[in-house]
Nanobody, 117 residues
């Protein structure tokens, strides 16, 4: 299971840090990440991270505003967001992947980020 938190209302230019805690068979997880879904848009990748070596991948986002990190001891993945813009508004979902064929993906419940003045 995944439990996401940290969303909320923030003014443009503000920052937020999202957290996602994994529980259960965490030893099976190979990768974790964050996706977001803006109103009336498809879900898109923000960032992903490999558990074993913390290698990261970013989606089509401004790389200098988003940073993904992981605390393996706490089974927690973070998404630090800076200089937030109204277009960053959306529901942010964390995911955990077990690299099998096919990939076994678990989704968190989502946390709403609203960037507005």
């Amino acid at each position: 299971q995944l439990q996401a938190s940290g969303g909320g209302l923030v003014q443009p230019g503000g920052s937020l840090r999202l957290s996602c805690v994994a529980s259960g068979n965490t030893f099976k997880i190979n990768a974790m990440g964050w996706y977001r879904q803006a109103p009336e848009k498809q879900r898109e990748l923000v960032a992903g991270i490999i558990v074993r070596d913390s290698k990261t991948i970013y989606g089509d986002v401004e790389r200098d505003r988003f940073t993904i990190s992981i605390d393996n001891a706490r089974h927690t993945v973070y998404l630090q967001m800076h200089s937030l813009k109204p277009e960053d508004t959306g529901v942010y979902f964390c995911n955990a992947d077990v690299l099998a064929i096919p990939i076994e993906r678990t989704w968190g419940q989502g946390t709403l980020v609203t960037v507005s003045s």
